[in-house]
């Protein structure tokens, strides 16, 4: 990432020396000699990071830091001072300053100091952008501004009104459910009941009972006949939950039944015709369940005429965000707390943290985090601990001293894994991600953990 800096110090060595390594690694770079300079070229041109020396002469450089914080909150200053003088330090961070590098200067500190002072910007910026929105995307039910929340808008928009089967997949806690209660108020059938069944709340036993309805004294405690779920959702839609945990012993009567729109209730001499449009979801694999027997892949096809993939919470960026600020809102009201927002250092731990419950697990933690707040907006001391504490894991493959490097297979090793892990071990999606086909995943894994590279 490219970044504008200015560079200040009494020391013209000192400027041209940072100017020649910043331009090195792709920064564009001013500098100025004087603090009273730089402050008037801040007024005049726009900057990303500051870099400045504490001790110069006229304005010095708390001075400067002063002024920077006060007129232009929005670029962090790192200080330069000597080794040994954390005094003058402390006392530029007092001033606002963002953080601060010892002299004589490690360029590579430097430049890592470089990199989260425009992290930091830009967080900032993300979360003023934030603030003036309204966090609604092209659906009203679904809140989000990213790309991929935006083309499952479109999708939606573009398929409620069909009777196509759909599936929708995605990990728990993405909102699977809410989607397809949209397609359902978006569609021709929206008068009609909307049926919902979660395949994997009861036992095997119970699921066609449940599914098909069953006629009195077809068991021991079927006292009168009970409408099943399928007939139940006539004229509106069936909504299958979680149908990858269906058990393959029910699946086959599940298919007949998805095709011929007709049941027999369990113990009925007849069968009972019904016309549902039908949506499922499940949070598996479910492709590549089909492929290795653990799923029919007949019923696989049936259910899967159109696909819509729900993107995890940690793929869509600053809609954590958005969903955070409608969480806090409601859950204000609800327990009666004056919460008005978040505040910047907690935004930035939501905003870092992987979401593994996705937008449930943060709809809790902000519960959570309302009950818990002693001011008008949320801190980081409000948050879970393992949000507090938590760091983002990065692909690292070596830095810049060639016994830091490693092979390209272990490059390859490690960028596969990570793409695994944000796509929550979902081989297909990864594979998606990857360009590669299952198969080809499938061999690279075998391969990786067998070299254990």
């Not at 001011?375 to 983002?392: G, Q, T």
């Not at 830095?399 to 944000?422: F, M, Q, T």
């Amino acid at each position: 990432m490219s970044a504008r800096i200015l560079v200040v110090d009494d020391d013209r060595s000192m400027c041209e020396l940072l100017e020649t390594d910043l331009r090195r690694r792709g920064h564009a770079v001013t500098w100025e000699t004087k603090a009273e300079a730089a402050f008037q070229r801040m007024r005049d041109e726009d900057f990303d990071v500051v870099f400045t020396d504490l001790n110069m002469p006229g304005m010095n450089g708390i001075e400067l830091c002063a002024r920077i914080v006060a007129n232009r909150p929005d670029v962090p200053v790192v200080v330069l001072t000597a080794f040994g003088s954390m005094e003058n330090a402390i006392s530029a961070i007092r001033a606002g300053a963002y953080d601060f590098v010892t002299k004589p200067v490690d360029l590579d500190i430097l430049s890592v100091s470089l990199e989260r002072a425009v992290n930091h910007r830009a967080m900032k910026e993300q979360i003023k952008i934030l603030s003036e929105t309204s966090g609604k995307g092209g659906c009203d039910e679904l809140i989000g501004e990213s790309p991929a929340m935006h083309e499952l808008c479109r999708q939606i928009e573009r398929i409620a009104d069909t009777e196509t089967s759909v599936l929708i997949t995605g990990e728990s806690g993405t909102g699977k459910e809410l989607v397809a209660r949209m397609l359902h108020n978006r569609s021709r059938r929206r008068q009609g009941p909307f049926v919902a069944f979660n395949c994997a709340a009861l036992p095997e036993s119970l699921i066609e009972s449940e599914l098909f309805g069953y006629r009195r004294g077809a068991f021991t405690d079927a006292r009168g006949d009970k409408k099943g779920l399928m007939p139940e959702a006539d004229g509106g839609t069936l909504f299958l939950d979680e149908v990858g945990d269906i058990p393959l012993a029910v699946q086959p009567k599940l298919l007949r039944a998805l095709e011929e729109r007709r049941v027999r209730p369990l113990g009925g001499t007849s069968e009972i015709g019904f016309d549902a449009r039908i949506i499922a979801a499940t949070h598996r694999d479910i492709e590549e369940a089909a492929e290795t027997g653990r799923f029919r892949q007949d019923l696989y096809y049936r259910l899967n005429v159109i696909q819509l993939q729900i993107p995890p919470l940690r793929a869509r960026g600053t809609d954590t965000l958005l969903l955070a600020r409608r969480f806090v809102a409601q859950f204000g009201g609800r327990l009666g707390k004056p919460v008005a927002g978040i505040a910047e250092p907690a935004a930035e731990k939501l905003l870092a943290y992987s979401w593994p419950g996705n937008v449930r697990e943060l709809r809790n933690a902000i519960e959570r985090a309302v009950a818990l707040a002693r001011y008008n907006k949320l801190v980081v001391e409000d948050l879970p601990e393992k949000i507090r504490a938590y760091e983002r894991s990065q692909v690292f493959v070596g830095g810049n001293d060639p016994k830091e490097l490693i092979s390209l297979e272990a490059v390859e090793r490690r960028y596969i894994l990570h793409v695994l892990d944000v796509a929550g071990g979902n081989r297909s999606m990864a594979a998606r991600i990857l360009g590669l086909d299952r198969k080809t995943l499938y061999r690279k894994l075998q391969h990786h953990q067998g070299s254990g590279s």
